[in-house]
């Protein structure tokens, strides 16, 4: 299985991509992850990633797919990918139908009150990137990451007001893609969430149903 997963700032992304890595076996590709780890290596494609994120700038589309392309060149061609952060835009989108065929769009739908809810209590480690909440998903220990024993922080946008127009801003920049995808006639797997305390088990479940439908799990 090849997917894409999208889903608001907030919606749970790297989470249900983690369980479904779990349950599926499937190679999750986070470029947001990749670009961090890249940031502390001293390799050509690295430094020029470090030369527009340190000036605050977009990475241009053909460093990302470049980037996308070393990525995708280590998974063995029978395991499953799943795709998060990426494509950001129409043109990457058609970018992406050349290097890779994906099978499934997977969508995470969840209401504006949630997301506002659960990044108004996220905390990040500092280290990993792993996310936790100060509210249902919390660690073992105050401040500090179960995984890797980093110090745990709240991004400074991570403010309802700011995060109100990050949710309008992915609406804004994600509609055109969708609409590309289901030009291709690529189906889609829809995954709702609407309770606050819903556990993330629960969401999996349905999309690993969804996925079996198609064959595809």
């Known amino acids: 299985m090849k997917a894409v997963i999208f889903g608001a700032p907030g919606s749970g992304k790297g989470t249900y991509a983690s369980r479904l890595q779990a349950r599926l076996g499937v190679d999750v590709i986070a470029m947001g992850d990749i670009f961090r780890e890249m940031l502390k ?91 936790y909440n100060t509210r249902f998903l919390k660690p073992k220990v105050e401040g500090v990451c179960d995984k890797c024993g980093g110090q745990l922080y709240q991004r400074s946008d991570d403010t309802p007001e700011v995060i109100q127009r990050r949710i309008k801003v992915y609406e804004e920049q994600t509609q055109p893609i969708l609409r590309r995808f289901k030009e291709k006639f690529i189906p889609f797997v829809v995954a709702h969430c609407d309770k606050l305390e819903m556990p ?11 996925l079996q439908k198609l064959s595809l799990a």
């Open 41 to 131: 290596e001293d390799s050509e494609l690295g430094r020029k990633v470090k030369g527009f994120v340190e000036k605050g700038l977009l990475v241009p589309d053909d460093i990302v797919n470049e980037v996308l392309k070393q990525r995708l060149a280590k998974i063995p061609p029978e395991k499953g990918l799943l795709l998060d952060g990426y494509p950001r835009t129409v043109e990457q989108a058609d970018t992406l139908e050349s290097i890779a065929k994906i099978d499934v769009v997977i969508l995470l739908m969840v209401p504006d009150w949630i997301i506002i809810e659960r990044l108004s209590t996220r905390q990040i480690c500092r280290n990993c990137g792993t996310v």
């Open 200 to 210: 993330p088990e629960t969401v999996v479940d349905f999309i690993v149903k969804d």
